[in-house]
């Protein structure tokens, strides 16, 4: 069963840091690319980094690409999200997918977590 599993979300101070990981089935997923998206309340679904299957290419949004860090390490089975001097604009239910090609697109995805919500407020 494929199965991606994110945690690390929550509430956090502005300026504060998160690190969000995205725990996937090892034995389908290990040859998928995988992507972070978000989604805030009354917004469109975000795409803001993804890394390829190998963790050998990354992209990351150019709105965040200071601040939002991908990696992957797939011995244990997981790619993380690394997010500093967060904003209250960046909270969002934060979700990951993984797919054939790493895009910001998610369409190009096919199989979907349930998400971890970042809320950042004083």
């Known amino acids: 069963q494929v199965q991606l599993v994110e945690s690390g979300g929550g509430l956090v101070q502005p300026g504060g840091s998160l690190r969000l990981s995205c725990v996937f089935s090892k034995s389908s997923l290990d040859n998928y690319a995988i992507g972070w998206f978000r989604q805030a309340p009354g917004k469109e679904r975000e795409g803001i980094s993804c890394i390829s299957s190998r963790g050998d290419w990354t992209w990351t949004s150019d709105s965040v690409k200071d601040r939002f860090t991908i990696s992957r390490d797939n011995a244990e089975n997981t790619v993380y999200l690394q997010i500093n001097n967060l904003k209250p604009e960046d909270t969002a239910l934060y979700s990951c997918?993984?797919?054939?090609?790493?895009?910001?697109?998610?369409?190009?995805?096919?199989?979907w977590g349930q998400g971890t919500q970042v809320t950042v407020s004083p």
């Open positions: 997918a993984a797919g054939p090609i790493p895009t910001l697109t998610s369409r190009t995805y096919r199989y």
